[in-house]
T-cell receptor
Framework: QQQVKQSPQSLIVQKGGISIINCAYE??????FPWYQQFPGKGPALLIA?????SEKKEGRFTISFNKSAKQFSLHIMDSQPGDSATYFC??????????FGQGTELSVKP | DAGVTQSPTHLIKTRGQHVTLRCSPI?????VSWYQQVLGQGPQFIFQ???????GRGNFPDRFSARQFPNYSSELNVNALLLGDSALYLC????????????FGQGTRLTVV
């Protein structure tokens, strides 16, 4: 119940395309869902986050869609650029608790 | 403002040795958490400290310990190192407990040989 399942494991997108990464969870006590971007040799960088009372949040080219009834959430990267090539992690958290991370998606944006 | 700083950035240790990793949170942040990230996987929670008290512990053996100092910096200690402890150790800083944003440092790459 503490797991967050992330898919796909890897993703190749053409420059200008839309990258979509999906995550699913079981624990309905989770109430905070961040996405992190990680480049090789670096720590994860907070990209965007959402709380379950909101169905969508957009920041620039990045959008989180949240489906509370299905216990799923996804990251959409619009107009994907080669500089977006990185590993993306979804995560979930219970208030005051630890972050539970998905397994990661390695995104490659081809020029 | 400086972000989360961790030291050292890289470390090579021999099996059975002890290691201490250090973390300085963002100024004003009172909560520090430690995570272990094995290559190809997501970070796994080790410890959370808030106001110098342990607020959570992950599924790691007692060889792992940590503490938080009055200036909110933190140390992670690992005794009797095993080859399987080789990983990127990440420190995350947040303003308080609850659902405040967590910001990660660049990590310490520990290699046990």
């Amino acid at each position: 119940q503490q797991q967050v399942k992330q898919s796909p494991q890897s993703l190749i997108v053409q420059k200008g395309g839309i990258s979509i990464i999906n995550c699913a969870y079981e624990n309905t006590a989770f109430d905070y869902f961040p996405w992190y971007q990680q480049f090789p040799g670096k720590g994860p960088a907070l990209l965007i986050a959402i709380r379950p009372d909101v169905s969508e949040k957009k920041e620039g080219r990045f959008t989180i869609s949240f489906n509370k009834s299905a216990k799923q959430f996804s990251l959409h990267i619009m107009d994907s650029q080669p500089g977006d090539s990185a590993t993306y992690f979804c995560a979930a958290k219970i208030s005051g608790g630890k972050l539970i991370f998905g397994q990661g998606t390695e995104l490659s944006v081809k020029p | 403002d400086a972000g989360v700083t961790q030291s050292p950035t890289h470390l090579i240790k021999t099996r059975g040795q002890h290691v201490t990793l250090r973390c300085s949170p963002i100024s004003g942040h009172k909560s520090v958490s430690w995570y272990q990230q094995v290559l190809g996987q997501g970070p796994q929670f080790i410890f959370q400290y808030y106001e110098k008290e342990e607020r959570g512990r992950g599924n790691f053996p007692d060889r792992f310990s940590a503490r938080q100092f009055p200036n909110y910096s933190s140390e992670l200690n690992v005794n009797a190192l095993l080859l399987g402890d080789s990983a990127l150790y990440l420190c995350a800083s947040s303003l308080a407990g609850g659902n405040t944003e967590a910001f990660f440092g660049q990590g310490t790459r520990l290699t046990v040989v």
